[in-house]
């Protein structure tokens, strides 16, 4: 199916989400250790190092308040892409396995994991541009922001699965997907949505029956609470590179493959 032709064929939200559960029951375990170490390490690693990079600015003379504050908004804007990075990586990592065992190949661990890191430089570019597009964007009128997200969702997959350029994934990904712009947008708003929801039953859970049950004061339930959070960005992230792998499936026409040999895929 031509690339024209699937952008012009309707998505089904359901479907998505029926390939996006397959993926998550026939290959959890794999899912989650992959989330955790293509997404959830490398986000405590990332907060650490930060941690200990901001002291020292906060107590930046006058005379190094301009480099200070260039150096405070680089790390703001690290500290808001980064976790995108990691998402792609494990994204590529999701993408990898379940087209290897699409194709009949041998899908291990250890071979996505492998192709996620070999591609963390164009995962590295697509976070840092569409970030910094999006955010420019949303800062506007918001709404840019949110076209341009959607537009630009199947860039990964193109880039890693399709060998496309930066600018020819983007550009690719915006062909891909119009016309179906509000399903795509749906998935992400589900997703979001659902995040948000898991994040604020962990926090005010932890603020009403955690800390009177346990009799926690606040700062003894940082760390729980920081380990809780993470918890549920991961299995967020690792159903994040499912969904999309599924949009992506769909979009490409794939689903429809006979000759798929992937549990996920029939």
């Given at each position: 199916?031509?690339?024209?032709?699937?952008?012009?064929?309707?998505?089904?939200?359901?479907?998505?989400?029926?390939?996006?559960?397959?993926?998550?029951?026939?290959?959890?375990?794999?899912?989650?250790?992959?989330?955790?170490?293509?997404?959830?390490?490398?986000?405590?690693?990332?907060?650490?190092?930060?941690?200990?990079?901001?002291?020292?600015?906060?107590?930046?003379?006058?005379?190094?308040?301009?480099?200070?504050?260039?150096?405070?908004?680089?790390?703001?804007?690290?500290?808001?892409?980064?976790?995108?990075?990691?998402?792609?990586?494990?994204?590529?990592?999701?993408?990898?396995?379940?087209?290897?065992?699409?194709?009949?190949?041998?899908?291990?661990?250890?071979?996505?994991?492998?192709?996620?890191?070999?591609?963390?430089?164009?995962?590295?570019?697509?976070a840092l541009v569409i970030f910094l597009c999006v955010a420019a964007g949303t800062l506007l009128l918001v709404v840019p922001g949110v076209l341009i997200w959607t537009s630009?969702?199947?860039?990964?997959?193109?880039?890693?699965?399709?060998?496309?350029?930066?600018?020819?994934?983007?550009?690719?990904?915006?062909?891909?997907?119009?016309?179906?712009?509000?399903?795509?947008?749906?998935?992400?708003?589900?997703?979001?949505?659902?995040?948000?929801?898991?994040?604020?039953?962990?926090?005010?859970?932890?603020?009403?029956?955690?800390?009177?049950?346990?009799?926690?004061?606040?700062?003894?339930?940082?760390?729980?609470?920081?380990?809780?959070?993470?918890?549920?960005?991961?299995?967020?992230?690792?159903?994040?590179?499912?969904?999309?792998?599924?949009?992506?499936?769909?979009?490409?026409?794939?689903?429809?493959?006979?000759?798929?040999?992937?549990?996920?895929f029939v």
């Open positions: 199916m031509s690339e024209a032709a699937a952008a012009r064929a309707p998505l089904e939200f359901g479907r998505v989400w029926a390939l996006t559960g397959r993926m998550l029951r026939h290959l959890a375990v794999l899912l989650l250790v992959m989330g955790l170490l293509l997404f959830a390490i490398p986000n405590i690693i990332f907060s650490a190092l930060l941690s200990m990079a901001l002291p020292p600015l906060m107590n930046a003379s006058y005379s190094d308040f301009e480099s200070a504050l260039f150096t405070a908004r680089a790390i703001g804007i690290g500290r808001l892409a980064f976790p995108l990075f990691t998402l792609y990586l494990l994204q590529a990592g999701v993408l990898r396995h379940v087209f290897a065992t699409r194709e009949g190949r041998k899908a291990s661990l250890g071979d996505s994991l492998l192709f996620a890191l070999r591609r963390a430089g164009t995962a590295v570019g697509l630009w969702s199947m860039a990964l997959p193109l880039a890693v699965q399709e060998g496309a350029g930066l600018n020819d994934s983007l550009n690719r990904s915006g062909a891909l997907v119009r016309g179906n712009r509000g399903p795509v947008f749906a998935v992400s708003l589900v997703l979001f949505l659902g995040l948000l929801a898991a994040e604020v039953v962990v926090r005010v859970g932890g603020v009403m029956w955690l800390a009177p049950t346990f009799n926690l004061v606040l700062g003894d339930m940082v760390l729980p609470m920081a380990i809780a959070v993470l918890a549920v960005e991961t299995f967020a992230a690792v159903a994040f590179a499912a969904a999309f792998t599924a949009t992506y499936i769909q979009l490409r026409g794939l689903d429809a493959d006979s000759d798929a040999t992937a549990e996920v």
